[in-house]
């Protein structure tokens, strides 16, 4: 899952999402890509793309700003009420 917000903070509508992970040779992620489609598909997809920089974060750019991103994944059996949802976090 994903949100985008705008400057003002407000979320934008997504339309679809597409995220993909690189794995080093033990399994763990080691660089994530993001396409963001908007809902209104006159606007173009936002790409953005990170590398590891420490265990759930890392260095990520988002058209061509600098940031962090968290990344976790859930499996299905290890989720709550009170989990939030699996995949990208915020780009700060």
Request: net charge negative; glycine share 10%.
């Amino acid at each position: 899952s994903a949100v985008l917000v705008d400057r003002d903070g407000e979320p934008a509508a997504l339309g679809e999402v597409r995220l993909t992970t690189e794995y080093d040779p033990e399994g763990a992620p080691r660089r994530i890509g993001v396409e963001l489609f908007q809902a209104d598909e006159t606007l173009p997809a936002l790409r953005g793309a990170g590398t590891f920089a420490e265990t759930g974060i890392f260095d990520f750019f988002l058209e061509s700003i600098a940031g962090f991103c968290r990344y976790e994944i859930v499996r299905p059996d290890q989720m709550t009420d009170a989990t939030p949802l699996a995949g990208m976090g915020s780009v700060i």
